[in-house]
């Protein structure tokens, strides 16, 4: 039997664009630039995660990266964005399991539950998408939201306890897409309306790591006390533009 995963690939390949039909993004250096542009992409923000991942292949994992990772995540958008557009049923929607965090993927049951019948019957393609990731951060649990404090002190320890302790990522990832959208007629038969960039950033949160001992002391190396787990697998928990 097909895992829900599988079935989602295949439900949102029924939304793919036409090859012939097919648009891409600007490539090479200027392409580049302006696609940075368009996502508001700061040399801030990539120096920031550059800084992070630095630290993550210093203090917990020296063969992290994040490469893999975006293609995934590229993949996962398009999943995404085709089959919570184009579904008609609740079902439809649950086959996002795999990708898109449980509470999340009740809203998107709830605004389906509610749509018009215009709505329903409006969809879109992904052309062409990519993305670059803007932010890491270490989580000792899912949906962990970092305490505020003004004290440099507790600062200083969270951060050598999450060096220690931490086993989730949360990564948050610019994304700018090509899409196009289409309303279908009463014969199902889709009529183009029109293509558009769209930036827009999400979270998303995996378990990349098991402690071997979860009470081990600080004398313990990070790296040592930790292996990469078998099953992880990265959802989305949040979507802003």
Partial sequence: AESVAQQALNFSRKFDPERSKRQKLPSGMLGNLWIHWVANISMFERAWVGMAIGLINRGLDPTFKLDGIMDDAI????????????????????LLSPFVAPDLIEVLQDNLEGASATERNTGLHVHDVCGEV??????????????????????????????????????????????????????GEKHEIATSLRPSTWTLEGRVWQLLDPHADESVSPIENRKRHPELAWQLTSVSL
């Fill in 75 to 94: 993949t996962a958008y398009r999943v995404v964005r085709q089959i919570s557009s184009n579904a008609k049923t609740k079902d439809d929607l649950s």
């Fill in 134 to 187: 803007v932010d890491v951060k270490l989580r000792m649990e899912a949906g962990e939201i970092a305490p505020a404090t003004d004290s440099l002190d507790a600062q200083r320890e969270r951060g050598t306890e999450l060096l220690q302790k931490a086993q989730w990522l949360q990564l948050k990832i610019r994304f700018v897409a090509l899409e196009t959208d289409f309303v279908r007629n009463d014969g």
